[in-house]
């Protein structure tokens, strides 16, 4: 059997050993509900004030400002529906067009109810376009919801910057921030760097803790109702009984990335460049999707001209080598992306877009790995395409001013 190449880690991570021998206790004798009153369930109420304690100090934040969730979609929809909720008088919202799709399909949702919904664009390199958003504060603004990195690219926006504007604009503006990809990689201060900040998402299985765990941060003061109603858990603000094993889980797997951020960062950045510089010798007609900006040290994203990201992916997998071409959550959708179409990119690369994102368990023998079979795939899918020409190992003539075009002409 092939050994697995897991590449994807965007998408998802392992869990950290270090993380499932801390939730192990928890799945086995200290079983209690932690809501009860009974000496039993003592523990694992200790538990989830050590780990709410963790989680706030990893963030620069207060215990009682931290959330926990199920995952960060229902983060960024309990911090979006609940700042709607508690400020029923405005109803005009600015965020990205390169949001990921727990928040960018809810924007979609609240302009199809009334709401006016601004986008604010990027350019072919995925850099926001700051002067579009600063024109497009108004006097009713009530929420700004801007992605600390791009999930598909890895593209870090200037959040600090965005809030700072938005609150010397008018300090009544709500400021949300999806840090799914930047938790546990960039250090995150909310008392600091990013004071201006109201609310922050994030999701454990994006740092190795488990799938169905996340918190959201919301600042003492800031007007958010609750958006799961039907208990009096965390404090009234989210029904339901606390996931004990998970929420220390996330505390763990965060407290690991503090402990070794700089390490991982350097080693996955130098595993990142080199898998970029030798894929980008080795397959001609193919460009970095945010290589002119700044990114997160895991992720490359590479558009490849002429071929389609399905076949990249199938023929990767063969060979035991998982990747993706977007988003995990819209994978099943034969639509390009809505980030790489929002960047210009061209139709001839827009659906040969592949992304590999690396974790701190990504070794350089699969770096080489990948090295090695993935411009032969690139190649043998070419010969198929009709915009190639297999004798000459180069677009056919007619097709190379396409490769400047976002659409299909006619």
């Not at 894929?279 to 992720?299: D, F, M």
Request: glycine share 8%.
């Amino acid at each position: 059997m092939t050994e697995t190449i897991y590449l994807d880690n965007n998408a998802t991570t392992r869990v950290a050993p270090e993380v499932l021998d801390a939730m192990k206790p928890f799945l086995d004798e200290l079983y209690f509900n932690p809501s009860s009153v009974y000496e039993a369930a003592r523990t694992p109420r200790d538990a989830v004030s050590k780990a709410r304690k963790t989680v706030a100090q990893s963030l620069g934040a207060r215990s009682d400002e931290i959330l926990f969730t199920g995952c960060a979609t229902e983060s960024n929809n309990t911090a979006i529906f609940g700042t709607i909720a508690a400020n029923p008088g405005r109803r005009h919202i600015i965020t990205t067009g390169v949001e990921h799709p727990a928040v960018f399909e809810v924007a979609g949702e609240l302009r199809r109810r009334g709401f006016e919904v601004d986008f604010v664009p990027v350019d072919r390199s995925g850099r926001l376009d700051m002067g579009a958003y600063v024109r497009a504060l108004r006097p009713d603004t009530l929420l700004v919801s801007a992605m600390h990195a791009n999930n598909e690219t890895g593209a870090v926006f200037p959040v600090a910057d965005i809030a700072r504007i938005a609150k010397e604009t008018d300090p009544s503006v709500v400021v949300h921030t999806d840090a799914t990809q930047t938790a546990g990689k960039l250090p995150l201060d909310l008392r600091n760097d990013l004071k201006h900040i109201d609310l922050l998402s994030l999701s454990g299985h994006k740092l190795h803790a488990p799938k169905g765990i996340g918190a959201l941060f919301v600042r003492r003061g800031t007007p958010c109702r609750p958006f799961m109603l039907g208990g009096h858990q965390e404090d009234g603000r989210r029904a339901g009984t606390e996931n004990v094993a998970f929420i220390v889980g996330l505390a763990r797997a965060l407290e690991l990335a503090g402990e070794h951020h700089e390490q991982d960062e350097q080693r996955i950045r130098s595993l990142r460049d080199r898998l970029e510089a030798a894929l980008s010798k080795a397959i001609p007609y193919s460009e970095v999707n945010g290589g002119e900006v700044k990114r997160l040290s895991n992720t490359l994203n590479l558009a490849i001209h002429f071929i389609e990201g399905e076949g990249m992916l199938y023929q990767l997998s063969a060979e035991g080598i998982c990747a993706s071409s977007g988003s995990a959550c819209t994978s099943g959708s034969l639509e390009p992306s809505h980030v790489l179409r929002a960047m210009s990119v061209p139709f001839t690369a827009v659906h040969g877009s592949i992304r590999f994102s690396l974790s701190r368990y990504t070794t350089e023998a699969e770096i080489d790995r990948v090295i090695e079979v993935f411009p032969p795939i690139v190649n043998n899918l070419r010969r198929l395409s009709p915009f190639w020409d297999a004798k000459t190992s180069a677009p056919r003539p007619e097709a190379e001013p396409l490769m400047h075009q976002t659409e299909m002409p006619g």
